[in-house]
């Protein structure tokens, strides 16, 4: 267990019940295990799993002094004080880790070498189709691209026709007139009208960027050395949204305005919008599920993303250790909060050959089922950014048309009204 990287780790003091005293230094929190180590000896005062944490409360000691304490199986009651920098925080990290579940891996979860992997083909099939929507995305992008040239082509000719019928307006109603009229007034009310179209279009295209791709919860703190609190993220198709557990909308990063994202682990990072003259906006998330937000962050943002030298050391160490094969006996209660696998204790002769296939050769692999629910969310995003460009290129072939229409009735007009002057 020493081996694994450390997701976070705060000072402190821990009660050691066999002396009766406390004793300074540092409680950490790795993929599987909560861990004290002593300051001035190095050792490790207390080790286990958080498969087998029964229950966290902050609580008091001697009425006073405010402490954490964690309930392991087997009912041993560990005492944490002093943390820093507040016994809150620690609370919030540890019990989202702990309720999430999500770095442990239980038993007979490996799969045997060599078998055929239906987790595999399934993999290969989804890449396979997150390939042909990459491309189709890219072949939408490019048609996105044609549309925009041609709106600006026919904004060009728009002005230019404003220009045209200003000045067949002056000639046909010279400046020594006396009765000299305004007929280009007609042409500015069509444009107010284009563009009030235009805006409610814009709305119209609003909703389809406000859809959420994922959502996970996570401890969230604004500033990089603030309390953290629960709270959940939200990626959203244009942008990101930090949101306290009651749904209340904390801040709201559009696409655009993000400068940042600084991965610090694979369940922890940063989000930082810069400014000049003012402080920037920086948020610092902590969760289970951040692998599953960073898979599409990593399509949404990648210029924009930078890797810590943490989270490469993340990478190097295996996602799991091995698991406790001790033999301890757990009450029902105990059982559903420890067990991480459904898998019977107990067996019949005739049936052990059989459970021993299911359990040893799965269908599919829990490592292959997180990559298969990855790709599907890449794929998720890769689909809706899709639909919202089909809709904003359903909305300029509106406006392509209607303009031109109107270009095509103002050059008619136009050519009237020459040739009435000639």
Request: overall charge neutral; aromatic content about 6%; proline content about 4%.
């Amino acid at each position: 267990m020493s081996g694994e990287a450390v997701i976070h780790r705060w000072s402190g003091s821990y009660y050691v019940n066999a002396d009766k005293r406390w004793e300074n230094g540092t409680l950490s929190l790795s993929r599987t295990t909560l861990r004290f180590v002593s300051k001035q000896s190095q050792e490790s005062l207390a080790s286990f799993r958080l498969s087998c944490i029964v229950e966290i409360k902050m609580e008091s000691s001697s009425f006073i002094f405010s402490t954490l304490t964690v309930l392991e199986d087997g009912n041993v009651k560990h005492w944490f004080g002093s943390l820093k920098p507040n016994r809150v925080v620690v609370f919030n990290v540890l019990e989202h880790f702990w309720r999430e579940r999500l770095l442990s891996s239980g038993p007979g979860a490996q799969r045997a070498e060599g078998q055929p992997s239906k987790g595999r083909e399934l993999i290969g099939l989804v890449a396979g189709a997150q390939r042909r929507l990459e491309d189709t995305g890219r072949v939408l992008s490019h048609q996105g691209e044609q549309f925009d040239d041609m709106m600006k082509g026919l904004e060009k000719m728009d002005s230019d026709l404003g220009v045209a019928d200003k000045l067949l307006s002056e000639l046909e109603s010279p400046s020594w007139w006396p009765f000299g009229k305004v007929p280009w007034k007609a042409q500015q009310e069509a444009k107010a009208e284009d563009a009030a179209r235009a805006a409610a279009a814009a709305v119209g295209r609003g909703s389809g960027k406000n859809k959420v791709i994922t959502s996970i919860p996570a401890v969230v703190s604004k500033g990089v050395d603030s309390d953290l609190k629960p709270g959940c993220l939200l990626v959203l198709v244009s942008a990101l949204e930090v949101r306290e557990t009651s749904g209340q909308l904390l801040h709201r990063f559009e696409r655009n305005e993000v400068d940042e994202i600084r991965v610090l682990s694979p369940y922890e990072m940063t989000v930082r919008q810069r400014f000049i003259g003012r402080p920037d906006v920086c948020y610092r998330f902590l969760s289970a599920k951040m692998p599953e937000a960073l898979s599409v962050l990593e399509m949404q943002y990648k210029k924009k993303m930078e890797f810590s030298s943490e989270y490469a050391a993340f990478q190097a160490t295996p996602a799991s250790s091995p698991s406790d094969t001790g033999g301890t006996v757990l009450d029902r209660g105990s059982l559903l909060k420890c067990q991480d696998t459904d898998v019977p204790l107990e067996v019949g002769g005739g049936e052990l050959s059989q459970l021993q296939v299911q359990v040893l050769q799965p269908s599919v692999s829990q490592a292959e089922a997180q990559e298969l629910k990855q790709m599907l969310m890449q794929l998720k995003n890769l689909a809706l950014e899709a639909e919202t460009e089909l809709e904003r290129q359903d909305e300029v072939l509106d406006v392509l048309t209607s303009s031109a229409d109107r270009a095509t009735m103002t050059i008619e007009k136009h050519t009237g009204r020459m040739r009435r002057l000639l």
